[in-house]
């Protein structure tokens, strides 16, 4: 299963056609500007406005991001490591 991660490239197809369920993730575009605080800092939480907020699915995701906060934050899981937190 590949389920809420942002990625620079997903071959959905390839993976789908193995039987790997593929859903709810993000392909970043190049660079992901918006998408992260600070990326060139290796600081990867999510900015306020990114498209990943709130895209996630609740399945089988954990009940806390990387930084131990609770999931979800807003109306849905967001997509990736950290959730926005307020």
């Known amino acids: 299963m590949i389920r809420n991660n942002l990625t620079?490239?997903?071959?959905?197809?390839?993976?789908a056609a193995n039987g790997?369920?593929?859903d709810?993730?993000?392909v970043l575009p190049k660079p992901p500007a918006g998408y992260f605080?600070?990326?060139?800092?290796?600081d990867y939480r999510l900015a306020p406005a990114?498209?990943?907020i709130d895209q996630g699915s609740?399945?089988?995701a954990p009940a806390l991001d990387a930084d131990?906060?609770?999931?979800?934050?807003?109306?849905?899981?967001d997509v990736g490591?950290?959730?926005l937190t307020p």
């Open 81 to 83: 490591a950290y959730e």
């Open 58 to 60: 609740a399945t089988l």
């Open 68 to 77: 131990e906060a609770p999931r979800p934050q807003g109306a849905a899981i």
């Open 37 to 42: 605080v600070a990326p060139a800092r290796f």
């Open 24 to 26: 709810h993730n993000l």
């Open 50 to 52: 990114s498209p990943a």
């Open 20 to 22: 790997i369920v593929v």
């Open 8 to 15: 620079p490239t997903l071959n959905v197809a390839a993976n």
